[in-house]
């Protein structure tokens, strides 16, 4: 059963720290989500890929975060400096195709102090 | 711009009782529609989507274009339906690039009363 997968699970951290959640999609899919997920807002898209070309980041904040696909098995969404406001779990999800199915990973439940 | 809205945060029903979770949206175009759920503890995942008019454990959801809603049934509550649903809507096949992406209601949690 091809399960998306998120590492870490759980990160603290302090405020001003570099921040680097990971994000290995289901082998073959070939769009890769990132979504943030706090309990004001809900779940909010920050960027996606198809291809692992970037497609749309208009929900993420530029001058902080960073999404990149370094190959087909890896996304990573960085962020530096990291402040208590960007608190929040952040979820990755894959699909194949425009209309597929996205699959979730567990996400990552970030705590900035 | 894309819209959906889940007007309940918190829903509770008795076991045995008909559930519906609201779900409206703002599209100008031809969308297509799905339903969520987190389960606790447990990963988001699809429970449907309306262009597979499907019933997956005994909910339905139509489409009602004329209301721009996509609002989810059940017509007996499990206690094993407690979790968060989040409504979603995405562009339809005629759209653009931008057709990937998934915009996101903010969620309604059901809670089912034995």
């Known amino acids: 059963d091809a399960r998306v997968t998120q590492t870490p699970r759980h990160k603290v951290t302090e405020m001003g720290q570099e921040v680097t959640m990971r994000c290995q999609p289901i082998l073959g899919h070939n769009t890769v989500f990132w979504y943030r997920q706090t309990m004001m807002q809900g779940l909010e898209l920050l960027a996606y890929f198809r291809n692992r070309a970037p497609l749309d980041d208009s929900g993420m904040p530029k001058d902080r975060f960073s999404a990149e696909m370094p190959d087909a098995t890896l996304a990573t969404l960085k962020i530096q400096p990291s402040e208590p406001r960007d608190s929040a779990v952040y979820f990755c999800?894959?699909?194949?195709?425009?209309?597929?199915?996205?699959?979730f990973g567990p996400g990552t439940r970030l705590t900035v102090l | 711009a894309q819209r959906v809205t889940q007007p309940e945060k918190l829903l509770s029903v008795f076991k045995g009782a008909p559930v519906e979770l609201k779900c409206n949206y703002s599209y100008s175009g031809s969308p297509e529609l799905f339903w969520y759920v987190q389960y606790s503890r447990q990963r988001l995942q699809l429970l449907l989507r309306?262009?597979s008019r499907e019933s997956i454990k005994g909910f339905t959801a139509d489409l009602n274009k004329g209301e721009t809603s996509f609002h989810l049934k059940k017509p007996f509550a499990q206690e094993e339906d407690s979790a968060m649903y989040y409504c979603?809507?995405?562009?339809?096949?005629?759209?653009?690039?931008?057709?990937?992406?998934?915009?996101f209601g903010k969620g309604t949690k059901l809670s089912v009363i034995p």
């Open positions: 309306h262009i």
């Open positions: 979603a809507l995405s562009p339809g096949q005629y759209s653009g690039a931008g057709s990937y992406q998934l915009t």
């Open positions: 999800a894959s699909g194949w195709g425009r209309w597929d199915t996205q699959y």
